[in-house]
Nanobody, 120 residues
Framework: QVQLVESGGGLVQAGGSLRLSCAARGNIYRVNAMGWYRQAPGKQRELVATSTSGGATNYADSVKGRFTISRDNAKNTVYLQMNSLKPEDTALYYC??????????????WGQGTQVTVSS
């Protein structure tokens, strides 16, 4: 069993910063791709940023230059540094990870979500 434990959401004024963290815990052989997605009220879940185990990254156009994804492979943890936040960044942010278990099966996992609210 694997859990993704998220932290770091909150309320911030426009122009401010937040840092999200997501730690993968449990029966883990290898953590492959990790990433962040978000879902605003009335909208579909969308990709924010992803990172491969080798460090290659991908960002949504709307966050390029403002958000940075990074990971600590030794801790099975992924981070999302969010700077210059805008009200339109307000959403529930979900951590995602593709994890290979000790039995060599790969599964897509999701965190419980952490709320980010940006006030104008």
């Amino acid at each position: 069993q694997v859990q993704l434990v998220e932290s770091g959401g909150g309320l911030v004024q426009a122009g401010g910063s937040l840092r999200l963290s997501c730690a993968a815990r449990g029966n883990i052989y290898r953590v492959n791709a990790m990433g962040w997605y978000r879902q605003a009220p009335g909208k579909q879940r969308e990709l924010v940023a992803t990172s491969t185990s080798g460090g290659a990254t991908n960002y949504a156009d709307s966050v390029k230059g403002r958000f940075t994804i990074s990971r600590d492979n030794a801790k099975n943890t992924v981070y999302l540094q969010m700077n210059s936040l805008k009200p339109e960044d307000t959403a529930l942010y979900y951590c995602n990870a593709v994890i290979t278990s000790a039995w060599y099966t790969s599964t897509d996992y999701w965190g419980q979500g952490t709320q980010v609210t940006v006030s104008s």
